[in-house]
């Protein structure tokens, strides 16, 4: 356990609307990560932050975006969701090693 | 691009018996690390063991072990004395190094052990 959560846990949201994801560390982290975990594609990053207001996009940042005003929260934006943005989200840190992540426990969302 | 390759969908073992996991990468990269992660039913993402490419040792924590061989970039997961808490999905990883912030998942091994 890295200190981190995700919330919420599961979501069930309409196609066209607006959804935040929300990843909160307390160990002051200054790497985090969103990932999306999908049946036959294992994980695949969205969106990094290296800092507060630095941010860099993923293998599949299409339709994402992402926000860090602070330390401990890194948060994951779908303006408009669809049907395609199913799926389990992931937060994670970069852990002392410089070379590890460290997962949090994930959010269920499912666009309808 | 960094490709990971499972090619064992899924696999099982006898409590107390050792299995071995298989994963391959494709990189031009001398500089990299590799990693097993297990995900549970619970859906946590659980880093079990991790390997720099520019060590020789393959990398062990208590009963899982890993077989690195660079040359034929392959990195095989074994887990010893097999426990019902090990079921899970096992996922090999790949990172290159030099400031990469990406992780290359593979698809992923179902393990089930039975009693």
């Known amino acids: 356990d890295a200190g981190i959560t995700q919330s919420p846990r599961h979501k069930v949201t309409e196609t066209g609307t607006p959804v935040t994801l929300r990843c909160h560390q307390t160990?002051?982290?200054?790497?985090m990560y969103w990932y999306r975990q999908d049946p036959g594609h294992g994980l695949r990053l969205i969106h990094y932050?290296?800092?507060?207001?630095?941010?860099d996009k993923g293998e599949v940042s299409d339709g994402y975006s992402v926000s860090r005003s602070k330390t401990e929260d890194f948060l994951l934006t779908l303006e408009s969701a669809t049907s395609s943005q199913t799926s389990v989200y992931f937060c994670a840190i970069r852990g002392r090693n410089s070379y590890e992540q460290y997962f949090g426990p994930g959010t269920r969302l499912t666009v309808t | 691009a960094q490709t990971v390759t499972q090619s064992q969908p899924e696999m099982s073992v006898q409590e107390a018996e050792t299995v071995t996991l298989s994963c391959t990468y494709d990189t031009s990269e001398s500089d990299y690390y590799l990693f097993w992660y297990k995900q549970p039913p619970s859906r946590q993402m659980i880093l079990v063991i991790r390997?720099?490419?520019?060590?020789?040792q393959n990398a062990t924590e208590n009963r899982f072990s890993v077989n690195f061989q660079k040359a034929a970039k392959s990195f095989s997961l074994k887990i010893s004395d097999s426990q019902l808490g090990d079921a899970a999905m096992y996922f090999c990883a790949y990172r290159r190094g030099g400031g990469s912030e990406k992780l290359v998942f593979g698809k992923g091994t179902k393990l089930t052990v039975n009693p």
């Open positions: 932050s290296y800092g507060v207001k630095d941010t």
């Open positions: 390997q720099e490419a520019y060590k020789q």
């Open positions: 160990e002051n982290h200054r790497y």
